[in-house]
């Protein structure tokens, strides 16, 4: 019989996963903590991903399965498994990818008793056979157990997998992932936000998560250009409008935080574009050009984030990935 009050529900949009949905629903079944249930819905896959996820409930009890009459995207597709589930705490888990079998017990382990809105843990990256990019990077791990909701929202991409999340806490702050302005990098929309509205959030010194980074994948957008750009800017604006419907944008408590939301396009981008692609300077150039628009519109002067984290990583990023093309003169001018 289906428990209607786990504890946990780990939620998983699937799309074309054949090769890879194994293992993510292996690792989620193998879980050390068992009050869990596993939401999965399927986009409309055109292989055998659906065929594997029907294979896999009839044999485990605490695995649901639905699946789309058409296409929607990841962005309604995470507002659809939200709605599907019944859990305290919701945890996504994208299909291509995997959790330690010890990851919902140490989330456990962490509560210690207590009420937290939010709980994070650290992401191990994995890459393919494919050499895409130069170095192992992926800002989701800077923090230690005394970072508070802003310093993490500073210096780390806020990421909807990779973190517990309490349900009564996303429903009282009435948001949905923005599926209206692009299909894509839904991420950017909202989670900074969502980290920073809780008082009640907690980091743990632990990998909760395995990213797997792959070509085809919906956010790792090789051979694209300015359309993938533009859906990046269109969610970060929305996420403008939430920091100022709460008045953040003016407070200088929170303005090193949301400078390093507005960086984080321009990390994106140089972590999933292959560094060689040509059309790397451009697309860079005009990605310059929207973040300092945006910082237009928060009413303070870029000048001001010199401390900020992603212009840090813009200038060791350039000097790797762009060497003799963006110098750190033209980063620090921007």
Known sequence: MMNKNPKISILIPTYNSEQYIRRCLDSAIKQTFQDIE??????????????????????????????????????????LLIKLSYG????????DDWIPKTTCKKFINSLQGKDYDMVVGKTKVTFSKCPLIAYNFFPTNNFNKK??????VEKNICL???????????????????????????????????????????????CFYVYLRRKNST??????????????????????????????LNNP???????GCLFAPLGYF????????PNNKRIFEKNKIELFNMFQKTGHPITAKNKSWWKKILIVSSKRFFKKNLKKEKINNF
């Open 219 to 248: 956010s790792k957008f090789e051979g694209t250009e300015y359309t993938v750009l533009q859906q990046i800017i269109k969610q970060t604006d929305g996420l403008l409008d939430l920091f100022k419907k709460e008045g953040y």
């Open 160 to 206: 909807c997998w990779g973190s517990f999340i309490k349900r009564t806490y996303w429903n009282k702050l009435n948001i949905s992932f923005n599926d209206k302005v692009s299909r894509i990098f839904e991420d950017l929309g909202i989670m900074p936000y969502v980290v920073l509205k809780t008082k009640k959030f907690k980091t743990v010194n632990a």
């Open 253 to 259: 408590k929170y303005q090193e935080a949301i400078s």
């Open 270 to 277: 140089i972590f999933f574009r292959h560094p060689r692609d």
């Open 88 to 95: 305290d705490y919701i945890f996504f888990l994208d299909s």
């Open 147 to 152: 970072t508070s909701s802003i310093e993490y």
């Open 38 to 79: 596993i939401v999965c819905l399927d986009d409309c896959s055109k292989d055998f991903t659906y065929d594997i996820l029907k294979e896999y409930a009839a044999k485990d009890k605490r695995i649901r399965i639905y699946r789309n009459k058409v296409n929607k995207g990841i962005a309604t597709n995470r507002n």
